[in-house]
T-cell receptor, first 116, second 113 residues
Framework: DVKVTQSSRYLVKRTGEKVFLECVQD?????MFWYRQDPGLGLRLIYF???????EKGDIPEGYSVSREKKERFSLILESASTNQTSMYLC???????????????FGDGTRLSIL | RKEVEQDPGPFNVPEGATVAFNCTYS??????FFWYRQDCRKEPRLLMS???SGNEDGRFTAQLNRASQYISLLIRDSKLSDSATYLC??????????????FGKGTMLLVSP
């Protein structure tokens, strides 16, 4: 079974802090993703990576950055946390694309982040 | 613009009922289709992939209509444990070979005794 592990289930930080969310997968997947999920808005893609040291902006990258130094680890960074970044953050991984066919993504348990 | 539209529900059904969810997508170039389920305060989990010819997995049947850009999920003999939010997921081919998934906002199902 694929295991995607997020470093924290719950996190409380203050406005202006730099926040790191860590994600590790154990299935040697090429692709990793960061989403946030908010009531009424569904899952929204923040950043994704299809290879080590590679990153691409998703739909809502503003206020975030990412790092992928190793294949199994994908970090999400909130450069200066703001209250509108309070959300559920979900990391996912998947095998490489086959042409334009996506493989299913496997999610971590999520991190509930509150910015005060 | 990528869009995946679902009826948010909730669908309230008794145990043993058959229930169907529908989903429409806007990108005619989409190639990959999935249904996920998400329990309250949990992460989304893959329920099944959706293939062009339609596919079945036990009580669950998924169908794809490319001409109408429409996906469906049928659940037969509903169980209490089927209560969850069902997410329709469609890929969005992008530039330079990148392809991401777009998640619908989900349809909530409540199965009662």
């Amino acid at each position: 079974d694929v295991k995607v592990t997020q470093s924290s289930r719950y996190l409380v930080k203050r406005t202006g802090e730099k926040v790191f969310l860590e994600c590790v997968q154990d299935m040697d997947h090429e692709n990793m993703f960061w989403y946030r999920q908010d009531p009424g808005l569904g899952l929204r893609l923040i950043y994704f990576s299809y290879d080590v040291k590679m990153k691409e902006k998703g739909d809502i990258p503003e206020g975030y950055s990412v790092s992928r130094e190793k294949k199994e680890r994908f970090s999400l960074i909130l450069e200066s946390a703001s209250t509108n970044q309070t959300s559920m953050y979900l990391c996912a991984s998947s095998p490489a694309l086959v042409g334009q066919w996506n493989q299913p993504q496997h999610f971590g348990d999520g991190t509930r982040l509150s910015i005060l | 613009r990528k869009e995946v539209e679902q009826d948010p529900g909730p669908f309230n059904v008794p145990e043993g009922a058959t229930v169907a969810f529908n989903c429409t997508y806007s990108n005619s170039a989409s190639q990959s289709f999935f249904w996920y389920r998400q329990d309250c305060r949990k992460e989304p989990r893959l329920l099944m992939s959706v293939y062009s010819s339609g596919n079945e997995d036990g009580r669950f049947t998924a169908q794809l209509n490319r001409a109408s850009q429409y996906i469906s999920l049928l659940i037969r003999d509903s169980k209490l444990s089927d209560s969850a939010t069902y997410l329709c997921v469609v890929n969005h081919p992008g530039r330079a070979g990148y392809s991401t998934l777009t998640f619908g906002k989900g349809t909530m199902l409540l199965v009662s005794p």
